[in-house]
Every structure is written in C-alpha cells, then in structure tokens.
T-cell receptor
Framework: GAVVSQHPSRVICKSGTSVKIECRSLDFQATTMFWYRQFPKQSLMLMATSNEGSKATYEQGVEKDKFLINHASLTLSTLTVTSAHPEDSSFYIC????????????????FGPGTRLTVL | DQQVKQNSPSLSVQEGRISILNCDYTNSMFDYFLWYKKYPAEGPTFLISISSIKDKNEDGRFTVFLNKSAKHLSLHIVPSQPGDSAVYFCAASYGGSNYKLTFGKGTLLTVNP
C-alpha cells in the first residue's frame, strides 16, 4: 500500500517552455501532497504544500508564479514549471500524506520516484 | 539553522554487522521522527518511525531509538546487507507544523560484502 507515482520520470525541455509534472497516490486518498526539490548531494528542499481543493502553500523563497501547483483531486497534484530556465534543472519529488484520523502516524509521507528535469 | 542534523555524511559497514545511523535535532517541539532510505534518482522510501512517547520502535531488521533528553535518535540495522547500501534521511515533524517534515542532509551507508 501507500504507492505514489510521478510522471514523467525524466524530461528535457528548451529554455522558456513550461513543463508539467504529475503526482498520483495510487492506492489511497491524499488530502495533502508535498513538492520537493533535491540538488545533487543535498537534502530534500520543501517547495510547497498542496491541499486538495485549496491553494498551495509555498515555502519562503519559492516563486509561486513560476511553480504552479494544482491539487484538483484527492489522488492527483500537478507541478508546472513555467518558463523554465537552466537553473530550474533539478530532481523534483512529490510526496503524499496518508490522511485519516488520530495518531501522529498520519505525518508519514510516501514519496514518488521523482522527476529529473533538464532545461537546455 | 539546521534543525535536524546528520553529522556523518557516510558510513561503511561489513555485511552481517550492525549499522548505526545517527541523527540529532534542535527543535524541542518535534514529536514524531521518521527514517527514509533513498537510492540515486529515486524517491525516498519510508522505513520506520517513532513517536516521542516511545523510546524504541522495531520493525524486522530495523530499530529506531529515541533519546529525548539528548535530542538524539538512531537507526540500527541488524544484520546489514549489501542491498541496504543507500542514503538514509532522518526527518522530524510536530503537531502544528502542518504535517511538514524537516529532513537531515542524509548519511550514505555502504555495506560491503
């Protein structure tokens, strides 16, 4: 259980184009999904928290107009990198929180396999 | 200000022996802790977690110990296997953090055959 998928796994695009990454919880409903970015040999940096049916909450320093997040259903969140530039090249990972009542175990996040974005 | 610290960037262990990965935290509000394992170019995989009301949680070969007074937790892997070679991340959260996890920088574990 608790499987999260991401699509695409790898994308190469030209500078100035937009790229959409999908994150799906396959066997559970996720009221909250998270988007991270990982630079080489560094930890995961939280970009934003995505709540179903409401606007995403962005971390300080993350441009919300550049990284558009949509959480249209309980199983799907999308991240669109608009007008991508080479500095946006990175490994983007989503996660989904197992919702449900009671217990701090609902803080556990299950991660997708990641998307490698390369902007030329 | 790094609230979750993994001070050992790497650890090398012989197959069959115990691997001990350490994690320290500074935020006393943290009350839930998790360990994740990550292979290159993949997303992290959840391993085990512990609530602050406990000091030990065990799942198969993996045991997590929590020392609240020292703000320290550790992950023990016994026996270590070559397939355990990966980067291990410690993470923490607290009620009111809106379910956000704070991650350490990770420790690369290498288990030698």
């Amino acid at each position: 259980g608790a499987v999260v998928s991401q699509h695409p796994s790898r994308v190469i695009c030209k500078s100035g184009t937009s790229v959409k990454i999908e994150c799906r919880s396959l066997d559970f409903q996720a009221t909250t999904m998270f988007w991270y970015r990982q630079f080489p040999k560094q930890s995961l940096m939280l970009m934003a928290t995505s709540n179903e049916g409401s606007k995403a909450t962005y971390e300080q320093g993350v441009e919300k107009d550049k990284f558009l997040i949509n959480h249209a259903s309980l199983t799907l969140s999308t991240l669109t990198v608009t007008s991508a530039h080479p500095e946006d090249s990175s490994f983007y990972i989503c996660s989904a929180r197992l919702g449900g009542a009671g217990g701090r175990s609902t803080d556990t996040q299950y991660f997708g396999p990641g998307t490698r974005l390369t902007v030329l | 200000d790094q609230q979750v610290k993994q001070n050992s960037p790497s650890l090398s262990v012989q197959e069959g022996r115990i691997s001990i990965l350490n994690c320290d935290y500074t935020n006393s509000m943290f009350d839930y802790f998790l360990w994740y394992k990550k292979y290159p170019a993949e997303g992290p995989t959840f391993l085990i977690s512990i609530s602050s009301i406990k000091d030990k949680n065990e799942d198969g070969r993996f045991t997590v110990f929590l020392n609240k007074s020292a703000k320290h937790l550790s992950l023990h892997i016994v026996p270590s296997q070559p397939g355990d070679s990966a980067v291990y991340f410690c993470a923490a959260s607290y009620g009111g953090s809106n379910y956000k996890l704070t991650f350490g920088k990770g420790t690369l574990l290498t288990v030698n055959p």
